[in-house]
């Protein structure tokens, strides 16, 4: 079946750290589709109405001159990266926003009505992820709305394999791993290591833990020489997935977020899956809801 990612683009280039890592993770690619998505930012003198951008045609005058400086050149490179990696036209697709509604909601909104299986982002993932939770608004799409999954690629290190898949017997655990089962099922020189880390001696039943996780892995046609588990114990859970995924050289980290929405930014800023998004090197953090 084929798998369709949505590559954001920006004009700093920074999309090469997401397409380096797209690239290097799959060696089976014949069935993989990018749609490279380019959003023009925007800016506060443009007055945008998110319901009826045409109202102000001297707004879109200003986005259509910075899609064109910047927003094509990006793409362009994109595209002529891709190809001579050995994509074809018909596996690359590009599309445009005009930001009226931000370049969160925009990427957002693109990524559900797409149906993608992951929106994929570079180094401004950190600056991207943080915008959410810290815009009201933003802040309520994260903990309630978002469904696809993202990656975000943090200096992604050639030849790194497997995907480390963090689990904690949560259904958003069980959403992540499926995904990575699907994502992996097709290309052999990857395994998936299932993870628990324990933060005391008494740790819950493994069955309990790694049963259902293991069932949505295997639901793939993962077979079983490519998965393993293992139980750690700290009182540091993410210092731990760190530690584990360096010492592991995975190309990946897989991480369910809750979906209940935290009392404070303090503890929004305090949950696992932040912490390893900041510390995150060298691979690429698989984040499901």
């Known amino acids: 079946m084929e798998k369709h990612l949505l590559v954001t683009v920006s004009n700093e280039y920074q999309t090469s750290q997401s397409l380096r890592f797209v690239y290097n993770f799959f060696s089976n690619r014949t069935d993989l589709k990018l749609t490279l998505f380019y959003v023009v930012p925007r800016k506060p003198d443009w007055r945008l109405d998110p319901i009826d951008l045409d ?4 707004a879109i005058v200003h986005i259509e001159e910075d899609k064109a400086l910047l927003g094509v050149p990006a793409m362009a490179k994109a595209k002529e990266w891709l190809y ?17 509604l931000g370049t969160v909601k925009e990427i957002v909104r693109e990524s559900e009505e797409g149906l993608y299986d992951a929106a994929v982002l570079g180094r401004r993932g950190l600056s991207w992820f943080e915008e959410m939770v810290t815009d009201s608004v933003s802040h309520r799409i994260l903990w309630e709305s978002l469904s696809f999954p993202i990656w975000i690629c943090r200096n992604p290190e050639r030849g790194r394999k497997n995907v480390l898949v963090c689990v904690d017997g949560s259904d958003e655990c069980m959403r992540v791993a499926d995904h990575a089962g699907y994502m992996v099922r097709h290309d052999p020189e990857h395994s998936i290591t299932l993870l628990h880390v324990c933060t005391d001696d008494r740790c819950i039943d493994a069955e309990q833990i790694f049963g259902r996780a293991l069932a949505e892995v295997k639901a793939n046609g993962v077979p079983d020489a490519r998965i393993s588990v293992k139980v750690l114990t700290s009182a540091n859970p993410a210092r731990t997935i760190l530690a584990e995924a360096n010492e592991g050289k995975y190309a990946a980290v897989a991480i369910g977020r809750t979906s209940h929405k935290p009392s404070s930014l303090e503890h929004v800023f305090a949950t696992t899956s932040l912490k390893i998004l900041r510390g995150i090197e060298h691979a690429a953090l698989w984040l499901c809801k």
Do not use: W
């Not at 109202?55 to 001297?58: G, L, Q, R, V, Y």
């Not at 036209?89 to 005009?98: A, G, I, N, P």
């Open 55 to 58: 109202a102000n045609p001297e």
């Open 84 to 100: 001579s990696m050995g994509f074809s036209k018909d596996q690359v697709l590009v599309k445009f926003s005009r930001g009226k």
